[in-house]
């Protein structure tokens, strides 16, 4: 099964850096309710492994919904899709949508998430807690040992090379580990000099 979920990318912090930006076009305002801040910039929208390893990932202006990115993310490696026999994607509630739910059963994924308020608790919400943990943690890597927001991209292109220059890291540390049997494969701290 895979994991999914979006996190913020900020790309600049003061008015004046916003309007000289070349990210114009691409960044945007956005709201990062785990730290209950705005902020300017981009998302990035992490599918991956619950061992952390990334599968799928894009960066999309955070006026654009969730699951619109998501959907197109999927149509977009439709063979990578493809190769599988059924795939189960947990997600948050962000991602709550009964257009999006039909459209992955046509891709043969089956969509866990929490149940809204205007919903019955859904199959499997038990063990939603525990694996939405883990690509939490894997944000936090992404933003603790490998400072994704502080990545210093000045144009769309150069934050695109430095966030796929940490997700490249991360996955080859969590194969290296892997492949070395280590107690803990997203661990980097052997990698960090």
Not at 48 to 59: D, F, N, S, Y
Not at 103 to 110: N, V, Y
Not at 122 to 148: A, F
Not at 174 to 181: E, M, Q, V
């Amino acid at each position: 099964h895979w994991i999914t979920d979006a996190t913020p990318v900020p790309c600049g912090m003061s008015r004046p850096t916003v309007k000289r930006s070349e990210m114009a076009g691409w960044a945007g305002y956005g709201y990062c309710a785990s730290h209950s801040r705005f902020y300017w910039g981009l998302k990035l929208y992490l599918v991956c492994t619950p061992t952390g390893m990334p599968v799928l990932w894009a960066l999309a202006n955070p006026k654009i919904g969730e699951r619109e990115v998501l959907a197109a993310m999927l149509d977009h490696d439709a063979a990578l899709i493809a190769e599988r026999d059924r795939i189960l994607l947990i997600a948050d509630k962000g991602f709550a949508s009964n257009d999006l739910e039909a459209a992955l059963s046509e891709q043969r994924i089956d969509l866990l998430r929490p149940h809204r308020k205007d919903e019955t608790a859904r199959n499997g919400e038990p063990m939603l807690k525990k694996v939405r943990q883990l690509i939490e943690s894997v944000n936090d890597t992404l933003k603790g040992q490998l400072d994704l927001e502080q990545h210093g991209g000045r144009t769309f292109e150069g934050v695109a090379v430095r966030v796929a220059q940490r997700l490249l890291a991360m996955a080859a540390a969590i194969w290296h580990n892997n492949k070395t049997a280590a107690p803990v494969t997203r661990s980097l701290i052997a990698y960090d000099h």
